[in-house]
């Protein structure tokens, strides 16, 4: 697993967005450090629903979120974890 950066200004990360309903801040699952880890999110979420439409975003918080987005990763990761592929 990859970590989060924070740049100074803002603590940026990746997720999973619904294409046809949209929700932030994480959309369908996230956050993630790298867009290659939201990838491989969205491939084992359209191999279980293979009918639904998802694209990569990317988005960040002000400050240092670093603590924030990694407990959230981690709820992400269990969330993945639990579907059936």
């Known amino acids: 697993m990859n970590?989060?950066?924070?740049?100074g200004?803002?603590?940026q990360y990746h997720y999973v967005q619904h294409s046809?309903?949209?929700r932030h801040p994480y959309g369908?699952?996230?956050?993630?450090?790298t867009e290659g880890e939201a990838v491989e999110a969205m491939k084992?979420?359209?191999a279980v629903?293979?009918?639904?439409?998802?694209?990569?975003?990317?988005a960040g918080f002000a400050g240092d979120a670093i603590q924030m987005l990694t407990t959230d990763n981690a709820k992400a990761r269990q969330r993945?974890?639990?579907?059936r592929a």
């Open 20 to 22: 046809n309903d949209p």
């Open 44 to 46: 084992r979420i359209t």
């Open 9 to 11: 200004h803002f603590t």
């Open 28 to 33: 369908l699952c996230g956050p993630f450090a």
């Open 49 to 58: 629903f293979p009918a639904t439409e998802c694209r990569i975003e990317g």
């Open 80 to 83: 993945l974890d639990q579907l």
């Open 3 to 7: 970590t989060f950066i924070n740049d």
